[in-house]
């Protein structure tokens, strides 16, 4: 499925940012150098999207069925690895739509752009200063603009 929606809309960027699919290059990128922070899942999951906050997402080839497996979210900003009990496919089509504040921090999103008024290109996204896992705090004034392959 992820390979599918890679096919679909790979390099698709929505709401001037807020989620973008990613393509195999950059799924390939990401995956190299998200690898390390994130070695509990190497080669269990397969990237297919990305946030505005640099939250990668991917389908979880241990959960779900065989061809519709379920969300992980791996989070640089607190070095964690959830799991979403949803497949790809409901992720896209449900999640992301009806559940767009809890699946990608949509109103945090508004409070960054109404600071930040330009949208995010395909290789940036907005980072904390000091990451949440060091204390740093989950505000707007903690975030700034970040290249997605260093952060």
């Known amino acids: 499925m992820s390979q ?10 929505f709401e001037h940012g807020l989620y973008r699919v990613h ?21 269990k999951v397969r990237l297919f999207g990305f946030d505005w906050l640099g939250r990668q997402f991917a389908s979880d080839n241990k ?8 969300v992980m979210m791996l989070e640089p900003g607190t070095g964690e690895a959830l799991e ?23 109103n945090f999103y508004a ?3 109404a600071v ?8 940036q996204c907005a980072g904390y200063r000091v990451p949440l896992f060091l204390g740093g705090d989950d505000l ?5 603009l970040s290249d997605l392959s260093v952060y």
């Open 84 to 106: 979403i009990p949803v497949p790809v496919s409901a992720f896209h089509d449900d999640e992301v739509v009806e559940y767009s504040d809890e699946a990608l921090a949509s």
């Open 23 to 43: 393509t195999h290059a950059s799924a390939e990128a990401a995956c190299a150098v998200h690898g390390g922070g994130f070695s509990r899942v190497r080669g």
């Open 63 to 70: 959960r779900g069925a065989g061809d519709d497996p379920e």
């Open 111 to 113: 409070e960054w752009m």
């Open 116 to 123: 930040h008024e330009s949208a995010l290109r395909l290789d």
């Open 4 to 13: 599918l929606v890679r096919a679909r809309l790979g390099g698709c960027t």
């Open 140 to 144: 707007v004034a903690n975030l700034e």
